[in-house]
Nanobody, 115 residues
Framework: QVQLVESGGGLVQAGGSLRLSCDVS????????MAWYRQRPGKEREWVAR???????FYADFVEGRFTISRDNAKDTVDLQMSRLEPEDTAVYYC?????????WGQGTQVTVSS
């Protein structure tokens, strides 16, 4: 069974930075496209960034160059470096493959950006 454990969230002021990490167990991420998603208060979960098995990266339009996704296949981890955070980035952030495993979602990590 796949387990996804997200960490690194917290409270940060607007303009600040955070680095999120995701540990994957039960499956190697090598050869799998991975992604970060988020769910803002009162909104549906949305895709934020993804990284292909070949390390090509893609970002949602709202990222606007502020985030960087990376992966370490040897450790089965996926990171999201976030900078220039805005209050609108307040959300619970999740990692999963792309497209996601429907049955496997972690608990996510809360990111709160104060203005």
């Amino acid at each position: 069974q796949v387990q996804l454990v997200e960490s690194g969230g917290g409270l940060v002021q607007a303009g600040g930075s955070l680095r999120l990490s995701c540990d994957v167990s039960g499956s190697t991420i090598s050869g799998i496209h991975m992604a970060w998603y988020r769910q803002r208060p009162g909104k549906e979960r949305e895709w934020v960034a993804r990284i292909s098995s070949g390390r090509n990266t893609f970002y949602a339009d709202f990222v606007e160059g502020r985030f960087t996704i990376s992966r370490d296949n040897a450790k089965d981890t996926v990171d999201l470096q976030m900078s220039r955070l805005e209050p609108e980035d307040t959300a619970v952030y999740y990692c999963n493959k792309y497209p996601p495993w429907a049955s496997y979602w972690g608990q996510g990590t809360q990111v709160t950006v104060s203005s």
